[in-house]
């Protein structure tokens, strides 16, 4: 199928309507709940699920090759992380991220969430796109930047995987709210799971390149995300909490150890006390 203008702005039209209704249920989950870890979930799953209808679209029955890479590669990369998402979630009464805004919020919070959310929501039409534009791309399936992205897809959540069984594996055996994880990959980022995030978005932008005219739009899916999670809703109000509760022994962390691109330990501050 070649994509034109029309047909790609009334798929982004759909697609932004579709993110809409999933960050509005996310609300009325955390509104019912009282539990805002439940909005990254209900995100995780539903972007998931817009992801393979896009990569589907418009006959199932009749899809590509390609088309049903794509919805296989975004069904395994929600069902991977709303997964862990949800393990999390249940096991927490709030996420310190979203309960920090709440209580500055006052009694104006509810409206706040829901506006917030929906930000949230119109940030996440890059990703849609990327994903729409991946499964469409005309280009014969595996030519050699397939074979890449898919092997930088398969990389990058292993990676991602690993760094958040790494993260358990310290939490069960550091109960104190003073231990900061700087084991394995931990090591050499501050957010080793966020950066191996942003890798699987890069593969899809790989997938779609070669979508002539629109291809390299595809490239708005891995920025957008970066962006978010080093200067929105990931890194910022993360490391607030982190600071707050781990105090001197995350400042140390912080001034040894690489935000988010993995890198080795500054010699400068390794020679330090480890958290």
């Known amino acids: ?22 960050m509005a249920l996310a609300w009325a989950v955390q509104q019912r709940t009282g539990n805002s870890g439940w909005v990254d979930t209900v995100w995780t799953f539903g972007l998931g699920a817009i992801g393979i209808a896009a990569a589907l679209w418009p006959d199932p029955a009749a899809a590509s ?27 927490i009464a709030d996420d310190p991220r979203y309960a920090q805004l709440i209580k500055g919020w006052g009694a104006d919070a509810s409206r706040q969430m829901f506006i917030l959310l929906q930000k949230q929501a119109v940030v996440s039409i890059p990703l849609v796109m990327t994903v729409f534009l991946a499964a469409h791309n005309p280009e014969q399936l595996w030519c050699a930047l397939d074979v890449a992205a898919v092997l930088l ?3 990058a959540a292993a990676g991602e995987a690993l760094a958040d069984h790494q993260l358990r594996g310290f939490r069960s ?18 957010h080793p799971n ?4 942003w890798l699987m978005w890069v593969a899809f932008a790989l997938l779609a390149i070669g979508s002539t005219p629109f291809g390299w739009l595809a490239l708005a899916g891995p920025l ?26 995350f400042r140390r962390y912080q001034a040894r150890t690489s935000a988010f691109f993995p890198l080795p330990p500054r010699r400068a501050a390794a020679t330090g006390t480890r958290s």
Do not use: N
Request: glycine letters at 8%; a positive charge; hydrophobic letters at 55%.
């Open 1 to 22: 199928m070649i994509i034109t203008a029309g047909l790609l702005g009334i798929a982004l039209a759909v697609l932004s309507v579709a993110l809409s209704l999933v």
């Open 65 to 91: 090759g390609r088309q049903w890479l794509i919805a296989v590669l975004i069904a395994a990369w929600a069902l991977r992380l709303g997964g862990h998402i949800a393990h999390r979630s249940s096991g």
């Open 153 to 155: 897809f398969a990389v």
């Open 173 to 190: 055996r550091h109960a104190q709210r003073t231990a900061v994880c700087d084991e394995g990959l931990w090591a050499w980022s501050r």
């Open 194 to 197: 966020y950066f191996f995030e």
């Open 224 to 249: 957008a995300i970066y962006w978010l999670l080093t200067q929105v809703s990931g890194i910022p109000p993360l490391e607030e909490h982190m600071l707050r509760t781990r105090g001197e022994a």
